[in-house]
């Protein structure tokens, strides 16, 4: 199996949302990607549920497909077109054998309602059970088609955070409006498509609804504050998206139960009284099963509140993009050590160089990264001292990177970079090269985060130096 990505699980919604578009969609990826390879890994334990794997597998198949589909203006570059067209196929697949599981069940259910002598005779009949749908699952073939999207997405991800995550966190265009705008597509496409329902027969555009929720739902989920009235909308959302399905399934089976009676009386079989009986009660509970479901979900069929709560998700949309409208703000902490903590000699440090333009009140800066590979150039402008800053930061071509260097004789400093994930969180130790100098920085997604120094960190701390000038970069190049 293809290895799972050592990196912190995936940020709260604030951190995601105020994050590079390019990253946060790409923490989206990842995270699908790493449910969908949980699933796949699953079919190999033993005793493990393979109904619950599936099911769990065209999710997390379904949640990247959406992550794809919705945030491909920042992912085309690195994520190739084929990983979408592929996990289609695979859910395309696993969906055959959830329909079949799913018709086996209903099958069982309507079957416990009859008589026993109604039950004895459906029995007989070519209906859905549960043995249809056992031991029929390919588990090694499922294994092969996710390898095919999961290496070459695993790789592109991979691939893309070493080029651009090499000086570490930085802000350029926010995820918020990126993430504002495909909320705000979804929740047309769901008053499009719920204002098209004309009945608890209108298959074809129920299922299209239950797409339309779908896709609303997995956008907001990852993103949702407990400070708005999301967590009742993806509940809301939930529900009329089991609804319809229910409705898809009873609709399914029933025209199963009506196939079965059609084709007995052409053949002339001679068919019970009992066989006959089962199958009429168990046509009219499927019946009563699509209208329950059916008003279960007219929040989201019928006119008013429908747009009631397609208005809630474009508001939520509207709080995302006004967020945008802020100017970043780095958040970090520093610390003076007394040497460097050997742990951080077990990673490979990027080498940094950076210059100071000439400047008081407003500093830009001019920084070289390199792995040893690749080398990138980044101007950033920051405003402000001590733990919050405003910082803006774009990618320089080697070109103007150069020649803006040349720019900073006498205000330049060289260090190298080591980074250590520690949670959600990321620990960054400087040693310079130019000086006896090792600093502690770590960027937080409040000034209110607590922060706990690791224990491999904690015997070198000399004091916190966040709020003193001299130890800012800016001052140790003069």
């Known amino acids: 199996m293809t290895p799972t990505i050592p990196r912190p699980p995936l940020p709260a919604p604030p951190r995601l949302l105020n994050d590079a578009a390019h990253r946060s969609a790409r923490l989206l990826c990842r995270h699908f990607a790493l449910a969908a390879d949980h699933a796949v890994r699953q079919l190999d334990v033993p005793g493990a549920d393979v109904t619950e794997a599936h099911h769990d597998l ?53 079957a416990a309602a009859r008589t026993t002598a109604q039950r004895a005779a459906l029995g007989r009949l070519p209906l859905p059970t549960a043995a249809e749908s056992e031991n029929t699952t390919d588990a090694a073939r499922l294994r092969q088609r996710w390898q095919r999207i999961a290496k070459p ?31 705000d597509r979804a929740a047309d496409r769901v008053a499009r498509r719920g204002a098209a329902i004309r009945s608890a027969d209108d298959m074809e555009a129920l299922h299209s609804a239950r797409l339309a929720l779908k896709s609303a739902r997995y956008l907001l989920k990852p993103l949702a504050s407990h400070a708005d009235d999301a967590p009742e909308l993806l509940q809301s959302l939930r529900h009329a998206q089991d609804a319809f399905g229910d409705i898809n399934d009873a609709h399914a089976l029933r025209d199963r139960l009506r196939t079965v009676v059609t084709t007995l009386r052409e053949s002339g079989q001679d068919t019970s009284r009992a066989s006959l009986a089962g199958l009429a009660a168990s046509e009219r509970d499927l019946t009563a099963r699509i209208a329950v479901a059916f008003n279960a979900a007219a929040a989201w069929h019928e006119r008013e509140p429908l747009q009631e709560r397609v208005a809630r998700l474009k508001a939520i949309a509207a709080r995302w993009r006004a967020r945008d409208a802020e100017i970043p703000v780095e958040i970090e902490r520093k610390w003076l050590l007394s040497a460097l903590p050997p742990r951080v000699l077990d990673v490979t440090p990027a080498t940094l160089q950076q210059g100071y333009l000439p400047g008081e009140s407003l500093v830009e800066r001019i920084r070289s990264t390199s792995n040893g590979e690749r080398t990138r150039w980044v101007r950033t402008v920051k405003l402000g001292r001590g733990m919050a800053r405003i910082e803006v930061e774009e990618d320089a071509t080697d070109d103007l990177g150069a020649a803006l260097f040349a720019l900073t004789p006498g205000r330049r400093v060289t260090k190298l970079r080591y980074a250590m994930p520690d949670g959600l969180l990321t620990w960054e130790i400087d040693h310079f090269t130019d000086r006896d100098l090792v600093l502690a920085e770590v960027e937080l997604p409040s000034e209110e985060t607590q922060v706990v120094i690791p224990s491999w960190l904690a015997p070198y701390i000399v004091r916190d130096v966040t709020d003193e000038r001299e130890f800012t970069n800016w001052q140790l190049a003069r």
């Open 153 to 183: 997405l695993f790789a592109a991800l991979e691939e893309w955070h070493e080029r651009r995550t090499l000086d570490g966190p930085h802000v350029t265009l926010t995820f918020a409006t990126l993430a504002a705008d495909a909320l």
């Open 58 to 110: 065209r999710v997390a198949l379904r949640q990247l497909r959406v992550t794809l589909g919705a945030y491909a203006a920042v992912l085309s570059d690195t994520v190739p077109g084929t990983i979408a067209r592929r996990a289609q196929k695979l859910a395309r697949r696993i969906g055959y054998m959830r329909d079949r599981d799913v018709q086996a069940a209903l099958m069982t259910q309507v």
